[in-house]
Structure formats: structure tokens, C-alpha cells
């Protein structure tokens, strides 16, 4: 169980988690990095504003990365590219070239 003192966007606080102190640490530096990702755009001024937008982006970030996830799984674990066709004719020309030199 670790401990997370939490300085940002104007309030201060301290939570007890499940997760170990090292853990919480890279957590709040991430969430910090995108904060201060947001704090450049101009039209946003608040800190409400700020963290809101923040956990949008991190809900996106999460999405994405659930969705590549799962087409993953649905195309037996390969991941999909919209290269594939340019990568089955350079196979196919590698193999070609291999099966002439034996």
C-alpha cells in the first residue's frame, strides 16, 4: 500500500492506494506531464478546465490503446496496418528472390 501527496493545478492532497509509492510517483508525473501539455493552449485558463481536458486525453489514450487491443486479438494477434497489401508483395518478391538463389 503506498501513500500520494498530490501538489497540482492549485490544491493539495494526500490518497492511500493498493499500489505500491514508486508506482503512484510515475502515475502523478505522467498526469503532470499532460497538465502542463494543456496549461499551453490559450483557451484554456482554468484549472477545472485543465483537468477535465487532461482526463479526456487520457481517456482517449486508454481507448485507443483498448481498440488496438482488440484487433489485435481479432486478427489472431496481428496487428492491423493499412500497409498490408505493400507488405505481402515485398514478402511475396523476398521469397521470389530466395527461392531463385537455391
Given at each position: 500500500m503506498g501513500k500520494l501527496k498530490v501538489d497540482l493545478l492549485g490544491t493539495s492532497f494526500t490518497i492511500q492506494a493498493n499500489e505500491d509509492t514508486e508506482y503512484l510517483d510515475k502515475l502523478l508525473g505522467y498526469y503532470k506531464q499532460i497538465t502542463q501539455d494543456i496549461e499551453k493552449i490559450d483557451s484554456v485558463k482554468t484549472p477545472l478546465q485543465i483537468?477535465?481536458?487532461?482526463?479526456?486525453?487520457?481517456?482517449?489514450?486508454?481507448?485507443?490503446?483498448?481498440?488496438?487491443?482488440?484487433?489485435?486479438?481479432?486478427?489472431?494477434?496481428q496487428v492491423s496496418t493499412e500497409n498490408d497489401e505493400e507488405i505481402e508483395l515485398r514478402t511475396k518478391q523476398m521469397i521470389e528472390k530466395i527461392s531463385k538463389v537455391l
Amino acid at each position: 500500500m503506498g501513500k500520494l501527496k498530490v501538489d497540482l493545478l492549485g490544491t493539495s492532497f494526500t490518497i492511500q492506494a493498493n499500489e505500491d509509492t514508486e508506482y503512484l510517483d510515475k502515475l502523478l508525473g505522467y498526469y503532470k506531464q499532460i497538465t502542463q501539455d494543456i496549461e499551453k493552449i490559450d483557451s484554456v485558463k482554468t484549472p477545472l478546465q485543465i483537468a477535465i481536458l487532461s482526463g479526456i486525453m487520457l481517456c482517449d489514450e486508454l481507448y485507443k490503446e483498448k481498440q488496438r487491443k482488440i484487433t489485435m486479438q481479432n486478427n489472431g494477434g496481428q496487428v492491423s496496418t493499412e500497409n498490408d497489401e505493400e507488405i505481402e508483395l515485398r514478402t511475396k518478391q523476398m521469397i521470389e528472390k530466395i527461392s531463385k538463389v537455391l
